[in-house]
């Protein structure tokens, strides 16, 4: 390998922690402060948009959207993701990183306006909308994954990669208190300046026309901060590993890197030695080298996933039981906006974000493995006190025992595996591959949330159907759909053993492309020879 190329990725690899790591974070992070924003703020609204669409006169409770209406709502982005993750996953190998990352936010934009949008008033054509536009939207949003975590990591110093890595992915949860905050802020507005008595006073006059455009302006406002940081997204370099390692121009790798360090890189002469042909995706040499690591990472995410997503199973429970969120026939439409709107916001304060910066702070000291572990160790632990005496959580008088026990879950599954997930994949592949496996450990990720949203969604219905919610057949009840999603976090604490961990190696020695670069035994044991005396860099082994 070409001595400056070397040398490039070294200066990378021990340089201090400079101002342009924290703009990289916020460059990168507010990506994530989108997708998080986009993601989760249709949760706030959808039983508005049941109200405003699925009215029916003389009912005794306000409108609900249908069983396969709130899945198409909820789900439809998912699924937009599971193909953005896959297709700009390898689009970021082939293309460059740099090119692909304004693809994905100006589709965020767009999509996120347009979703506010509506073809004509009936409900059909509303939900189809904004179906369509959500699906887009989370077809941007899965490209910001393998992109934003192959950047960062790509950018970072090895000292402290990880906490870069995690950093970027916390932003999700300031993006989840950002949506629960703008729609309290907007809901309080519109309830003071359109007042309307309960449903149970007055069904008609308790959804106000007006109602239509708060949850329109909420979806849209996502498109904002994406919109701000996109001249910013254009100014990054290319990052010199893409640049000398698959581009295989080093010399303007170590220029873009002279100038983001501040410091002299000398690109001297390349170095013809002989290389042997780099291997691809799909051979033996990949399954040989990489195949069990993309299946630890692929599993332990999809596993992660299911539990993560599906834990929305009980938060109507919960905040109904500690009375956060009234009846709902005891509101009016955007005074339900409101209560939901607040409730996921004080999770989100004393669970979600906490969890996501304990990852940040102590992911380089106790490494990535040991994170992971204790995450999935305690998500187990707390799945099985919640479901095993379930019948006790369920009682009011012990309703306070099981807000803790929910919000003790969310916080290890962030303090843990939904943190490490996102940055292990983007570490431990090499350079031509790095955005792909990412895509398709995020993909498998998201697999498994359509299936903890939904198919627990159905799984954790009450056995008899006469007490399922309206529109649903009968499950196993939530008890037993909680035992099920402690044996799957048992699973992914047993497949994280087939991760390896990052903590404090170079990607070159992590991906074991120090042993890629020379064609012979020989220049093998010279290349090392180079690297250990010049560089300082431990050979991968």
Known sequence: MAKEQIQVLNALDVAKTQWYHFTAIIIAGMGFFTDAYDLFCISLVTKLLGRIYYHVDGAPKPGTLPPNVAAAVNGVAFCGTLSGQLFFGWLGDKMGRKRVYGMTLMMMVLCSVASGLSFGHSAKSVMSTLCFFRFWLGFGIGGDYPLSATIMSEYSNK??????????????GFGILAGGIFAIIMSAAFNKWFEAPAYEVDPAASTVLQADYVWRIIVMVGALPAALTYYWRMKMPETARYTAL???NTK???ADMSKVLQVEIQAEPQIEEPQAKPYGLFSKEFLTRHGLHLLGTSSTWFLLDIAFYSQNLFQKDIFSAIGWIPPAKTMNAIEEVYKIARAQTLIALCSTVPGYWFTVAFIDKIGRFAIQLMGFFFMTVFMFALAIPYDHWTHRDNRIGFVVMYSLTFFFANFGPNATTFVVPAEIFPARFRSTCHGISSASGKLGAIVGSFGFLYLAQNKDKSKADAGYPAGIGVKNALIVLGVVNILGFFFTF????AKGRSLEEMSGENEEDVGTEGELEKSHSI???NNKTVPYV
Not at 159 to 172: D, E, H, N, S, Y
């Open 531 to 533: 690297n250990n005396n």
């Open 498 to 501: 087939l991760v390896p961990e």
């Open 246 to 248: 698959v581009a295989k």
């Open 159 to 172: 000292k402290t990669r990880g906490a870069f890595i995690a950093a970027v992915f916390a932003m999700q």
């Open 252 to 254: 303007q790798a170590a």
